[in-house]
């Protein structure tokens, strides 16, 4: 097994959607694929989960597994954005970029790519223990459980060693919206049960 195919079977038996064209988008552009991971739930998983789903959201601008705005973004407007595969690249070009612009930091490159400034505490989340964080630390949380997962759980990648992407796709994971979803912390939260059946443009 490669480096880049242990990625995705670690990041799949954790639970990550799409965890094949994240793990080689975040090769391809030098992150650390669990990271990756993390945008991807926090945009379209929710608090605990791991999973992404391929998604409108954001009042219909975010677009696709990490939620791309088409106000700032020409790649959204298009198909394309819808693709998991070429979703997760552009994400990761951002990131990079943004990691690149703020000197590693991750917190400020995570809410640059939220809010637009490094500083911004951006979009909250309520966590099923009562927790409410900003955009960045609940990314962190959500690659912390990721990586924890990977830790109390090595033999996990071993026993994911027979999945074998097709097209570049991981299996997707069925993903419901959170019990502690509230109005207005974010934005797929508000949107996800009534668009999720909206119909998704061809890739």
């Known amino acids: 097994m490669t480096e880049l195919s242990a990625s995705a079977a670690s990041l799949a038996a954790h639970g990550v959607a799409y965890a094949a064209p994240i793990a080689r988008a975040a090769a391809r552009n030098g992150l650390d694929p669990t990271l990756l991971a993390a945008v991807a739930a926090q945009e379209t998983g929710g608090p605990g989960l791991n999973a992404g789903r391929n ?3 954001d009042g219909g601008h975010g677009h696709g597994l990490f939620q791309i705005d088409d106000r700032y973004h020409a790649f959204a407007r298009s198909p394309a954005a819808m693709d998991p595969a ?3 690249e552009r994400a990761a070009e951002m990131l990079h970029g943004l990691l690149g612009r703020y000197g ?4 400020a490159a995570l809410s640059a790519y939220n809010a637009g400034a490094p500083t911004a505490r951006g979009t909250t989340t309520r ?3 009562g927790s409410v964080l900003g955009y960045a630390d609940s990314v962190l949380r959500h690659q912390a459980q990721i990586e924890d997962a990977r830790a109390e759980l ?3 990648a071993a026993n994911a060693a027979g999945y ?18 509230r109005h207005g912390e974010q934005p797929w939260l508000d949107e996800l049960a009534a668009e999720s059946t909206a119909a998704t443009p061809a890739s």
């Open 127 to 129: 966590w099923a223990d």
């Open 154 to 156: 090595p033999s996990a």
């Open 164 to 181: 074998a992407p097709q097209a570049g796709l991981s299996p997707a994971i069925p993903l419901a919206p959170p019990a502690a979803a």
């Open 55 to 57: 998604i409108l959201g």
């Open 104 to 107: 590693g930091d991750e917190r």
């Open 86 to 88: 070429q979703n997760a």
